[in-house]
C-alpha cells in the first residue's frame, strides 16, 4: 500500500510553533506516513548550527549576528522577555519529560522524517552548507513542496 | 488481558506514547498483544486512532487508579 504523505512547511523559527510542528511530524512517521518538513526563512534556524554568524555579505553577517541559528536556542513567539521565556519553558519541558527541540531533530532524522531547507532563504541570507547540521535531505524550493503537497492530503504551514 | 510486550508511557506526554507504540511494534510478531502504561489522558482516543490509521488492532483501554492500560494486537507487518 502506497504511504499516505504528510507535509508541512516551517517557516516560524518560534521555539513553541516549531514544537508543535515536531509533534505532528514524529506523530505523523509513527502513523506509517511519509513525512516531509520544509524548513524556510526563519525556520531554517532549526537546521542551523550554533555559530556567531554566517553570511557572505556586511548586511548577511549583521542580520545571522542577531537571527540566531540552532535549534537549542529558539526564542519563543510569547514572552520571549530577552530569552527569559524559553529558559523557563525549556525547564518546564524538561519537568514534564517533553522532548528538547534538538531532540526532536535527532528523533525526526532517525524516524526517516526528511528535512528539506529552502534555498531562496538559503541563498539570500547568504549561509553556507557548512553552517548546517548534518542529515539534511535535500536544499530545494517551493515547486519540490508544492509537487509532495499534491500527493498528500494533509499540508501544513507553521 | 495477558501481554507478550509492555511499554511504559508512565508520565511520558503527546507524542511520545504513540512514537513509543509505533516503535515498538515494529519489533513484534504478528499475533502479539502489546500494553502501554500510560497517564496521559489522551492516550484514550489516541491509541484507537493510532490503530485505525495503521490497521493494528485497538483491544481496549482499562483504567485505574488514574493510569491507563492500552491494549493493541499486532495485525499487519
Known amino acids: 500500500m502506497e504511504k499516505e504523505k504528510f507535509n508541512i512547511v516551517v517557516f516560524s523559527g518560534d521555539m513553541d510553533r516549531v514544537l508543535a510542528a515536531f509533534i505532528l511530524a514524529t506523530t505523523a512517521a509513527s502513523m506509517n506516513m511519509e513525512v ?13 548550527k550554533k555559530k556567531f554568524t554566517s553570511g557572505k555579505n556586511l548586511l548577511q553577517k549583521l542580520m545571522n ?27 518546564m519541558m524538561k519537568q514534564s519529560r517533553v522532548p528538547s527541540i534538538p531532540e526532536f531533530v535527532e528523533m525526526s532524522k532517525s524516524m526517516g522524517i526528511k528535512l528539506v531547507a529552502c534555498t531562496t532563504t538559503f541563498s539570500f541570507m547568504g549561509f553556507a552548507k557548512d553552517d548546517f547540521i548534518d542529515g539534511i535531505d535535500s536544499y530545494s524550493g517551493a515547486a519540490t513542496y508544492l509537487s509532495d503537497a499534491l500527493e498528500g492530503k494533509v499540508s501544513y504551514f507553521i | ?73 499486532k495485525i499487519k507487518a
Open chain 1, 65 to 91: 549576528l542577531i537571527n540566531k541559528g540552532g535549534a537549542e536556542r529558539l526564542p519563543l513567539s510569547k514572552f520571549n522577555m530577552l530569552g527569559m521565556g524559553p529558559m523557563m519553558m525549556k525547564k
Open chain 2, 1 to 73: 488481558m495477558e501481554a507478550n510486550k509492555k511499554v511504559d508511557c508512565y508520565g511520558l506526554l503527546c507524542p511520545m506514547p504513540i512514537v513509543l507504540t509505533a516503535d515498538t511494534i515494529k519489533g513484534m510478531e504478528i499475533g502479539e498483544i502489546l500494553e502501554v502504561r500510560a497517564s496521559d489522558e489522551g492516550i484514550k482516543h489516541d491509541m484507537p486512532a493510532w490503530c485505525k490509521v495503521t490497521g493494528q488492532r485497538f483491544m481496549g483501554i482499562e483504567e485505574r487508579d488514574g493510569e491507563y492500560f492500552a491494549y493493541v494486537q
Open chain 1, 36 to 48: 516531509k518538513m520544509f524548513f524556510t526563512f526563519w525556520g531554517l534556524n532549526v537546521l542551523r
